[in-house]
């Protein structure tokens, strides 16, 4: 497997501007196609029907909408509500030496 780094946004000079992409051999893209395909459907049996991102047929604008109707709902009837969003899109950056 060979990395990459790919220039994504803004300065080109500073590092966490860039993204690696990682070339795989095709063996191994034949053979985690396979893997996946085999294991999605037990994976899909364990996530629960609230996880809608990254899977197949579904999206994140129904949770989307399933918020905000709640969020009304709780201001129509004045309850309180608290929020929590976490973003972990840097989560899994990394520089390899």
């Known amino acids: 497997m060979?990395?990459?780094p790919v220039h994504k946004k803004r300065d080109?000079?500073?590092c966490e501007n860039y993204r690696g992409i990682?070339?795989?051999c095709i063996a191994y893209k034949v053979f985690s196609n396979i893997l996946f395909k085999h294991l999605s459907h037990i994976v899909d049996n364990q996530i629960g029907d609230y996880q809608c991102g990254f899977r197949k047929e579904?999206?994140?604008a129904h949770e989307i909408?399933?918020?905000r109707q709640?969020?009304?709902k709780c201001r129509e009837y004045g309850m309180e509500t608290h929020h929590l969003f976490i973003d972990f899109g840097a989560a899994?950056?990394?520089i390899d030496p």
């Open 65 to 67: 909408f399933t918020l």
């Open 92 to 94: 899994n950056d990394s």
């Open 58 to 60: 579904r999206s994140t």
């Open 70 to 72: 709640i969020l009304e």
């Open 22 to 24: 990682s070339l795989f």
């Open 2 to 4: 060979e990395s990459w």
């Open 12 to 14: 080109a000079l500073n």
